[in-house]
């Protein structure tokens, strides 16, 4: 074959791959190493075991066939088809694809590298040998190895036409991108991650495997999941576990690092507030690039919102609306109840797991009992054990169930009589611990 045999600038190529040529005589070529190699400046590919036969007397079963040949020079030429950057692979191993099950989000590349005797067609269920017409992906071309980029939530099949009676199919899940995510347990399972989140003061980590918290009688007992090892974080109120470089008095942030939102979406995460002396937890956004500034979502929960700290039933999950442009989400945390303006009573810890920003809507709120009231509280969660239900208090507001703190004033029960709690103004300056301003006004919301 002469365009093979006449070929003198083997050396060259071998060079330009970055192999050293070698010789055996014996077998009458000439041969590179076997590897595959790229070079930036003249994008030649090749892969495989580069052979030069020079020797017109080479035995016909060791000289590779014209086939053979033409798709070795074709190689070296032409290139090998090489995937984009990042893109998840899936080949063929035997008569299975590998991976057979692969899971991306929207946004993510696929690039199918099915081997000359497979191809992939793609079809409308994970049992079908019919292909779709027209299709998103793939094509009827055995060897041909194509990209897709999956721009829709959903499950998309596949198979080798050649081999789908034998059940070489294959599915793609494609899952909304999210914007972040973070449980604050390591991928390993064990352990603590702060996720590249940025906590300010009191914010720490803890689970059920090791004693991070001082106070008992606040905060959960584990992560939302309930195992042992699942990491949460949470405001420490208690004033010794802080140490070092926290301020008494400035709030608790915990902020996301910057993500992509441009179609906006919504921030789901689980929420727990268990303790006599409970502050309040806001939630803010940030739209668009830093230094912009943080924004109230309207989202506010204040006092005890759980009766215990064991049982995992007791988180409670939030989603909040985010807009378009939102590129981080923020959680401010207070703790209150101390006996001077600096400090916290130490049963206020506030904790918050399995943070996610998703891409989509926010799910509608689950149906209440009556669908006729919009909003109810009347402070008593059981007798003798208050709640503010949510209710966002400034200054003076405070809950009682068997008289305020001065006397001949202010009722003696709520309006159903003993145990029952209500909302009042303390209005004796003794009563108010947390340095509220005898002028400023005493809001309820």
């Not at 053979?68 to 290139?79: A, N, Y």
């Not at 494609?174 to 906590?199: E, K, L, Y």
């Not at 029960?413 to 947390?434: C, I, L, M, W, Y």
Request: proline share 7%.
């Amino acid at each position: 074959f002469d365009c093979w045999t006449g070929f003198s600038g083997f050396s060259k190529v071998c060079a330009i791959m970055g192999y050293r040529g070698s010789i055996d005589e014996s077998k009458g070529y000439r041969e590179c190493g076997t590897h595959t190699q790229s070079d930036n400046t003249t994008n030649i590919k090749a892969s495989g075991t580069a052979k030069q036969w020079d020797r017109p007397d080479t035995p016909l079963s060791d000289a590779p066939s014209m086939l053979t040949r033409l798709f070795l020079v074709s190689t070296l030429l032409t290139g090998a088809h090489s995937c984009s950057p990042g893109a998840r692979v899936v080949v063929t191993s035997g008569l299975s694809f590998s991976p057979s099950s692969l899971t991306i989000s929207v946004g993510d590349t696929v690039c199918f590298q099915p081997g000359g005797s497979h191809n992939v067609v793609q079809s409308s269920s994970s049992s079908s040998c019919n292909a779709i017409t027209p299709s998103v992906f793939g094509s009827t071309v055995l060897g041909r190895e194509t990209e897709h980029t999956f721009t829709s939530v959903g499950t998309f099949f596949y198979f080798c036409q050649p081999h789908c009676t034998r059940n070489m199919r294959g599915s793609i899940t494609v899952q909304p991108r999210v914007g972040f995510a973070c449980d604050f347990t390591p991928a390993s399972g064990t352990g603590f991650s702060w996720c590249n989140m940025v906590q300010e003061n009191r914010w720490r980590l803890a689970n059920g495997t090791t004693s991070r918290r001082l106070s008992g009688g606040t905060g959960p007992a584990t992560g939302v999941s309930g195992n042992a090892a699942d990491s949460f974080a949470f405001i420490e109120a208690s004033v010794g576990a802080n140490g070092a470089g926290y301020s008494a008095t400035a709030a608790s942030n915990l902020t996301t690092p910057t993500f992509n939102l441009p179609g906006g979406g919504h921030v789901a995460f689980y929420f727990h507030m268990y303790g006599a002396t409970v502050g309040t937890l806001s939630v803010f956004r940030r739209v668009g690039p830093a230094p912009a500034q943080f924004v109230p979502t309207g989202w506010v929960m204040s006092s005890w919102q759980h009766t215990a700290s064991a049982a995992t039933s007791n988180w409670t999950a939030a989603s909040i609306s985010l807009p378009v442009g939102t590129t981080a989400v923020r959680w401010v945390a207070t703790c209150g109840g101390g006996s001077t303006c600096t400090q916290c009573a130490i049963t206020g810890d506030i904790a918050v797991d399995a943070i996610q920003v998703l891409p989509t809507p926010a799910p509608p709120p689950p149906p209440t009992s009556n669908p006729a009231t919009v909003f109810a509280c009347d402070f008593t969660r059981t007798p003798g054990s208050l709640t503010w239900c949510g209710m966002a208090h400034l200054n003076r507001w405070d809950l009682e169930a068997d008289g305020t703190g001065s006397g001949g004033t202010g009722p003696s029960a709520g309006v159903s009589g003993p145990g029952d709690g209500f909302a009042f103004t303390e209005v004796s300056d003794r009563g108010n611990s947390q340095c509220n301003g005898p002028h400023d006004p005493s809001q309820l919301t």
